[in-house]
């Protein structure tokens, strides 16, 4: 079946929607893009040139564009605060919605858009993005198989240098919590999901060096405890002197009982257990450790998703991401903010869960 979708968002990262994410599917006959939208009308151009929509068909009113467009679902690539607006014109026109991530810019909207959708009894996904990377799927598959054996922790790190003011895109220096509203939104949902449980405790160290030209933390060190016992600590940081594991290029170590595991430059490696070799004397090079080869796959990252979105309304099973189950990565992260703000751990299934009732109250 071919779908007809209207695309929220054609700058920025709408831009790639565009150009990257949606093309092969309009290629394969499974979508046909009829209506674009952009408060910027100069950007309409980008859904013109690589979706053939007809210039037409391209608002920068998103209910005139619903209510005029003969579609299927929509996509929303604009920015946070953004979203809730968006999914409830959706709503009222009937839509499916495909959304990038995060579901919105806080926990409390968040919860709102997914009841919203699910009283509409609609479809609505999101894109992480990072979780399904090449090397992250590689590794997630890895831990999950039985050739590692249980998993008992994971490290991860996402360190840049950007700590000149605009290095990291000027609206982020002013804003509040960068790190972990811009950054850390991936990075804990693709250690959760290779934990392969709900995260039970969450406590993060924000911090902001006097050196770093931001208004607010960008440093972070957090400890997350799973309902299954695995236990992740991960290091954030926009103002080191070097840039070792920036975006898109993250390092990730597996503890296992078999083996260990390391993604460092979407690259793995793997370094079996062996008992002649136990010993607490020297060190071994990350890099030497045995090759693991990389999932075999077509699609990979947004582009793979949209492929699962569409399976979904074919009548599969529910993507991974979709908004109910993405509501614990919202929750990651706003636990990550308040355990910052308070110095205290936060249980995030009780954060949610609080936030579910305080907005059904309301």
């Keep these: 079946m071919t779908y007809n979708v209207v695309q929220v968002g054609t700058g920025g990262q709408g831009a790639r929607w565009c150009s990257d994410f949606l093309p092969s ?57 953004t979203h809730e607006e968006i999914v409830e014109a959706a709503v009222d026109a009937d839509l499916d919605i495909l959304s990038e991530k995060p579901i919105a810019d806080t926990l409390e909207a968040s919860v709102r858009i997914a009841d919203m959708v699910d009283e509409a009894d609609l479809k609505m996904g999101v894109t992480m993005s990072h979780r399904f990377d090449r090397d992250k799927t590689t590794l997630r598959r890895r831990i999950q198989s039985d050739a590692s054996g249980p998993l008992d922790y994971l490290v991860g790190r996402f360190t840049c240098n950007a700590r000149t003011y605009g290095a990291w ?17 991936h990075q804990l949902d693709f250690l959760a999901d290779m934990a392969g ?45 070097e840039t070792l594991n920036g ?21 793995i490696t793997r370094f079996p257990y062996e008992q002649d070799r136990e010993t607490v004397v020297g060190a071994v090079d990350e890099s030497a450790g045995e090759p693991l080869p990389m999932a075999d796959g077509d699609r990979w990252s947004n582009e793979w998703l949209v492929e699962q979105f569409l399976d979904w309304l ?19 992260v706003e636990a990550a903010i308040e355990s910052g703000d308070s110095g205290e751990p936060v249980n995030v299934q009780d954060l949610l869960a609080d936030t579910r009732e305080r907005v059904a109250s309301n």
Excluded at 212 to 220: F, I, L, P, R, T
Aim: glycine share 6%; proline share 5%.
């Design 169 to 185: 895109g000027a609206f982020r220096h002013d804003m509040e919590n960068p790190l972990m509203v811009e950054g850390a939104v």
């Design 25 to 81: 599917h309009v290629e394969e006959g499974r979508i046909d893009v009829v209506a674009a939208v952009d408060l910027d009308p100069d950007a309409h151009e980008n859904a013109v040139e690589h979706l053939d929509v007809d210039p037409a068909d391209c608002y920068t009113d998103v209910e005139e564009a619903f209510a005029e467009a003969d579609a299927d679902f929509c996509t929303i690539v604009t920015p946070p605060w």
């Design 197 to 241: 449980a709900p995260c039970e405790t969450l406590y993060a160290d924000t911090w902001l060096p006097e050196w770093a030209e931001y208004e607010d933390d960008v440093q972070a060190l957090v400890q997350l405890r799973f309902e299954n016992g695995v236990r992740a600590t991960w290091e954030g940081a926009k103002a080191n002197a």
């Design 314 to 332: 074919d009548g599969g099973e529910p993507m991974a991401t979709d908004v109910e189950s993405n509501l614990q990565s919202v929750a990651l």
């Design 247 to 267: 975006w898109g290029s993250d390092y990730v170590r597996a503890e296992c009982r078999d083996e260990t595991l390391v993604l460092d430059g979407r690259e």
